[in-house]
């Protein structure tokens, strides 16, 4: 149940800071839809063991479920990776959003 928790919260924070980094709705949604569908999948295939380092994939070992994932990692990589991915991503949104002009 804690990976769980921690999984929402890693990926809560990466939504924000795609957020952040990008100004438009839309096109937040849709990068990240992109990214899960594309990335995680067709990547995810190429890269084949290696692809438990994508972040779907680390909260799926996260929240324990290594029947669903090529490889799996533990769950405190999982959950390193998950928060390295959510606070890399955030300090580039706080690097580029606090230049930005508010008007």
């Known amino acids: ?3 769980g928790i921690i999984w929402n919260a890693a990926f809560t924070a ?3 800071g795609l957020g952040a980094l990008v ?8 990068a990240a839809l992109a990214w899960l569908a594309l990335v995680e999948g067709l ?3 190429l890269l084949g063991d290696n692809a438990r380092w994508l972040p779907f994939n680390a909260g799926l070992s996260l929240n324990h479920m290594p029947e669903m994932t090529v490889g799996g990692l533990s769950q405190a990589a999982a959950a390193s990776a998950l928060l390295g991915y959510a606070v890399a991503i955030c300090l580039v949104a706080i690097a580029t959003t606090v230049r ?3 008007t």
């Open 23 to 30: 100004r438009n709705l839309s096109t937040a949604i849709a």
């Open 43 to 45: 990547v995810g295939q």
């Open 1 to 3: 149940m804690v990976g």
């Open 100 to 102: 930005r002009d508010v």
């Open 14 to 16: 990466i939504g924000v």
